[in-house]
């Protein structure tokens, strides 16, 4: 988990990229390429490996507290929730960055900017990077 996340500082400036305007930010990702789009993935996904713990976790401690059912499932909601919010930046940004950096008239740009910002802060304010 850390390796991707550590891609992601070093070669997108993750998280504080976030922080400059939404046409930095789409035009950085463009020129990221494959790489960093494997790279997203691989933080997204890398998620899956702690269901295992999580599961067994809950398993073992289930006799210590009557809550302790609810805090497993409320883990495993959130981490999967997590994940699909983190999945954006390899199944909707590129679209998004290709479409902006190949526009030729403001109104698409502007729809581009429109369109991230939406899908931004539903899948990494709500869901992804909570």
Not at 12 to 37: C, M, W
Not at 63 to 76: E, M, Y
Not at 103 to 129: C, M, N, P, R, W
């Amino acid at each position: 988990m850390f390796i991707p996340y550590t891609l992601l500082t070093v070669i997108f400036e993750y998280p504080n990229i976030l922080r400059q305007d939404t046409a930095t930010v789409l035009t950085k990702f463009h020129e990221g390429g494959s790489f960093l789009i494997w790279t997203w993935f691989a933080f997204a996904i890398t998620g899956l490996s702690l269901l295992p713990a999580y599961i067994l976790l809950g398993h073992r401690l289930e006799n210590k507290s009557s809550l302790v059912r609810v805090a497993t499932t409320i883990g495993i909601i959130g981490l999967i929730v997590q994940m699909i919010g983190l999945l954006r930046w390899t199944f909707v940004v590129p679209v998004l960055a290709n479409s902006l950096v190949k526009a030729t008239d403001e109104a698409t740009k502007v729809s581009v900017v429109i369109a991230f910002k939406t899908i931004h802060q539903y899948g990494g304010v709500i869901l992804g990077e909570i």
